[in-house]
């Protein structure tokens, strides 16, 4: 579970709560045609935006927000010193009744390439295409949350805009006004809040997510190219070592 996710979204909710309950009763922020507006025309124009497969599939990739799985950086830099080490002393081969051990299908691929006997270059071609179309889902995901988070405000203008049409055709009215400025008002409340609290905050740590994933599977691959050109355990390890800041990279004694 990704504690910096929760904490945001509940300190920020959470303040925003209290500034409303600190200047009145709650009850005069909920609209239900508000809340239609915003919710509804954001939903609407990202489904004209994008085909329909993407958009469900965003609903899949919203809980990496709130679930980490990169793997730790460190541990596959041991991982891989066991295979170097046993595939040095035993061979390629010796490796393919680990595989079943392995979770990551990034990794159980690549090391099946190698003990299949595949030449260096077209493993990297093969898993770097992975990587490739990997970042590509991943950068979708976080656009398409990006993208509502710029339709959310746009829709509590719109919705402005109709509070403040139905309010200036009962101004002869003036029970009428109140619901009218209501509308006006809170939708754009809506949409702000949306936009800032929740699309655009996660579009940013799907990214961020993005990027670690990305890291561990580069360190995979470089890890894989290693072992099928059969180098040294500990220049493999200086090599992985090399794509984490000093401070946690493995020191071996």
Same mark, same amino acid.
């Given at each position: 579970m990704d504690l910096a996710t929760i904490l945001g979204l509940v300190i920020a909710f959470g303040l925003v709560s209290a500034a409303i309950l600190f200047g009145g009763s709650p009850l005069i922020f909920l609209n239900a045609p508000s809340a239609l507006i915003v919710l509804g025309g954001t939903i609407g124009a990202t489904l004209v935006n994008y085909p329909m497969g993407h958009v469900l599939g965003v609903i899949g990739i919203v809980k990496n927000t709130f679930m980490t799985k990169?793997?730790? !950086?460190?541990?596959?830099?041991? /991982?891989?010193?066991?295979?170097?080490?046993?595939?040095?002393?035993?061979?390629? #081969?010796?490796?393919? !009744?680990?595989?079943?051990?392995?979770?990551?299908?990034?990794?159980?691929?690549?090391?099946?390439?190698?003990?299949?006997?595949?030449?260096?270059?077209?493993? /990297?071609?093969?898993?770097?295409?992975?990587?490739?179309?990997?970042?590509?889902?991943?950068?979708?995901?976080?656009?398409? #949350?990006?993208?509502?988070?710029?339709?959310?405000?746009?829709?509590?203008?719109?919705?402005?805009?109709?509070? #403040?049409? /139905?309010?200036? /055709?009962?101004?002869?009215?003036?029970?009428?006004?109140?619901?009218a400025m209501a509308v006006a008002l809170i939708t754009t409340f809506y949409g702000a809040l949306l936009a800032n609290l929740v699309f655009n905050p996660m579009s940013g740590k799907l990214r961020a997510r993005s990027k670690e994933e990305i890291l561990a599977k580069e360190m995979m691959l470089e890890g894989i190219l290693c072992i099928s050109k059969g180098e040294n355990p500990r220049i493999i390890e200086e090599k992985l070592n090399s794509y984490l800041p000093p401070k946690i990279r493995r020191i071996t004694d």
């Open positions: 990169v793997d730790n !950086p460190s541990r596959i830099i041991e /991982q891989f010193m066991d295979y170097a080490n046993k595939a040095r002393r035993e061979g390629i #081969l010796s490796l393919e !009744p680990m595989l079943k051990n392995i979770d990551d299908q990034y990794l159980k691929k690549g090391l099946q390439l190698t003990v299949d006997g595949l030449e260096p270059q077209t493993i /990297q071609e093969i898993m770097e295409t992975e990587i490739s179309y990997l970042e590509e889902r991943h950068e979708t995901g976080a656009e398409i #949350l990006g993208i509502m988070g710029s339709f959310a405000p746009a829709m509590g203008m719109i919705g402005t805009v109709i509070g #403040l049409v /139905q309010m200036l /055709q009962a101004l002869d009215d003036p029970s009428a006004i109140g619901p």
